[in-house]
């Protein structure tokens, strides 16, 4: 019996000593200035590529419909390469992004992203909502004005943020700016949910022989789950980073913690969503309606 008990004991110490070193690991990483320039330089590289891929994506439509304007499709690829893009280059200067002096200017160049970010996406949601009310017999005259709107009144909102950080200098501004960030997140999820969920059992309700059903179905399922879930990870981390310093992402000495995050809400997601919308357009299509696809 004494034995069974301290081989549980040496069994349990030998794991105490694992996970110690494991976060010993951890610290080392985030300490090391070669690790931070690696990380993060691979961080921009990434963005490079998508911000990339998504400006080729963008002349080859214009390219193949060249008599439209600006569709929602020639918009939202436009946002990625410039959302894409900016990263790149924050993340290319990560220094002097991470140690400027005003921490205004400092979260003013960390969270534009994340609203255009945010813009960029919505985006999708507004077509689907057009799309759904279309099929529905319902007016879609209000939809455009409401995503200015509600995009108006978000960016409105962060540059009263932004001031009261700069005027106040308080730790609760800075708190309440990553609220604010982590509830859009989830606002931004939530459409997805209703706009996509919708449209996606409206798909379903179509005839099995119906041309395109099962394409569509499968593109507008991914994106919605996709973005669903990289807007609610969001929600939750710039939440929980609000309140514990130890959780702090856009920081210099927490790289691991910023590739992981950057990963999991952007990279990932928007590589994979710029992968299913890929195809190109028809080289005819309605005035009215202009698919992303």
């Known amino acids: 019996m004494v034995r069974v008990k301290g081989f549980v004991l040496t069994e349990k110490t030998s794991l105490l000593k694992d996970v110690v070193g494991m976060l010993g690991w951890w610290d080392e990483i985030d300490k090391s200035e070669e690790w931070q320039r690696y990380i993060f330089y691979s961080l921009s590289a990434s963005y490079a590529l998508i911000s990339f891929v998504a400006l080729v994506q963008l002349c080859r439509i214009q390219l193949r419909v060249p008599e439209y304007g600006w569709t929602t499709q020639k918009v939202f690829h436009l946002m990625n390469f410039v ?5 790149a280059v924050l993340f290319c200067f990560y220094k002097t992004v991470f140690l400027v002096k005003s921490k205004a200017l400092e979260m003013v160049l960390l969270d534009l992203p994340n609203l255009l970010f945010f813009s960029t996406y919505m985006l999708l949601v507004l077509f689907w909502a057009e799309i759904y009310y279309q099929a529905r017999s319902l007016p879609i005259n209000k939809l455009r ?30 708190e309440f700016a990553r609220v604010f960030i982590s509830g859009i997140s989830l606002c931004a999820a939530s459409g997805f949910v209703l706009y996509g969920g919708r449209l996606f059992l409206m798909l379903r ?4 022989e119906s041309r395109g059903r099962q394409k569509k179905l499968f593109e507008v399922g991914f994106v919605t789950g996709i973005c669903c879930a990289c807007f609610v990870l969001r929600c ?16 210099l000495y927490h790289p691991l913690l910023n590739l992981i995050y950057y990963m999991l809400v952007e990279i990932i997601p928007s590589a994979l969503v710029l992968f299913i919308l890929r195809k190109l357009p028809p080289k005819r299509v309605s005035d009215q309606y202009h698919p992303i696809k």
Request: hydrophobic share 55%.
């Open 83 to 87: 959302v894409n893009g900016l990263r």
């Open 145 to 174: 004005p409401a995503y200015y709107c509600i995009n108006g009144f978000i960016y409105l909102a962060q540059v009263c943020i932004w001031i009261s950080i700069r005027l106040s200098k308080s730790p609760v501004a800075i």
């Open 205 to 208: 309700r179509f005839p099995i």
């Open 236 to 251: 939750l981390m710039v939440l929980v980073s609000a309140f514990d310093e130890d959780a702090d992402i856009d920081v």
